[in-house]
């Protein structure tokens, strides 16, 4: 800039000190110089038009650079703010997280303690359920033994079903009422054996007019021998009668005994029909011939137990047998159900 402006200056200084055009020379020199700083005054002005439009196109430029700088440094900024609420979200997250993490220590030492209580009632409970079972045990012996008890101290008695009663009845008139049944039914016994009574008398002893059926007579020898001698008398007879009406003579059995001895039933005439020569000796024990041996079994386990090594029996006796399990299933679903 400071040539071109000493270059004006020059051109200036050498116009005011040039003549007016009509005083100028017209000498080939002349008309040279003229023409050259025509052409420098040109070129200047073209220049500074140039320049000054090279210069505005720059700012215009510039101008756009900042404005893109601006967005740029807004979209920066936008996302440092983002950075830091994501930031922040994170040290939130963090703390909650370490929050949760003691939470669940937390929980795991109670789960460890839950399990530790659990283990300990299993304990427990497996505990009772063998103490439980024990004592079922030890109730089913107990009350086997007092079945057997009460089986033994039955065992002298005879049980007299369908005898009439009368409007006054005392031992010596049963005690009557029995010889009368012996000596109808059993001349030959009478005569044979001293028939010894400890004790005679109805059951229940309370009389009811309710009853449509006469109640049974208890009668109890002092030896089993005679009961056993008077049930063999009317097994063989068939049929008893007193005064012409039929009665039954049956052992004074307890009511668990009595049912032992009806389920071996089927079971019985099954070994009958096939000459087994079986028998349901006192209080409900099966016995029957196999090979050549007489073979006892007190329930129904036993027998089955048997069987399986005796595949005849076994199918001879199969249905028998299935039949039992299946009625015993079929009581437990109705205890159920109920």
Not at 230 to 236: D, K, S, V
Not at 256 to 283: D, V
Request: net charge positive; charged share 35%; hydrophobic share 30%.
């Amino acid at each position: 800039m400071g040539k071109k402006q000493n270059r004006k200056t020059g051109n200036s200084k050498t116009q005011s000190a040039s003549p007016p055009p009509k005083e100028r020379s017209s000498s080939p020199a002349t008309e040279q110089s003229w023409m050259e700083n025509d052409f420098d005054e040109l070129r200047e002005e073209g220049f500074r038009r140039s320049n000054y439009s090279e210069l505005r196109e720059d700012i215009q430029t510039k101008g756009k650079e900042v404005e893109n700088f601006e967005k740029n440094l807004e979209e920066c900024i936008t996302r440092i703010s983002n950075t830091e609420k994501c930031l922040k979200e994170l040290m939130e997250l963090k703390t909650k997280t370490r929050e949760l993490r003691e939470e669940c220590r937390s929980l795991r030492s109670r789960c460890d303690q839950l399990e530790e209580r659990v283990s300990a009632m299993e304990d427990e409970m497996n505990e009772m359920k063998r103490e439980g079972k024990f004592r079922e045990k030890r109730i089913k012996r107990n009350e086997q033994t007092l079945q057997e008890i009460w089986d033994y101290v039955k065992r002298p008695n005879l049980r007299l079903i369908g005898v009439p009663e009368s409007d006054v009845e005392n031992g010596t008139k049963l005690e009557n009422t029995l010889q009368d049944i012996i000596q109808e039914n059993f001349p030959n016994l009478a005569r044979q054996a001293n028939v010894q009574i400890q004790e005679i008398q109805r059951t229940p002893q309370r009389y009811s007019s309710r009853r449509a059926t006469p109640r049974h007579i208890i009668v109890r020898f002092t030896k089993v021998e005679m009961k056993e001698k008077m049930l063999r008398a009317a097994r063989e007879k068939g049929r008893v009668t007193l005064k012409g009406k039929p009665i039954r003579l049956t052992a004074d059995l307890l009511a668990e005994t009595l049912q032992a001895r009806r389920e071996w039933g089927p079971i019985f005439n099954i070994l009958k029909g096939k000459n087994f020569q079986p028998r349901i000796s006192y209080p409900a024990k099966l016995s029957f011939i196999s090979e050549g041996e007489i073979k006892y079994f007190i329930d129904k386990q036993m027998l089955r137990d048997f069987v399986t090594t005796r595949p005849a029996l076994k199918e001879l006796l199969k249905e028998a047998l299935n039949m039992e399990r299946n009625n015993r299933y079929q009581l437990l679903q109705n205890h159920a159900k109920m």
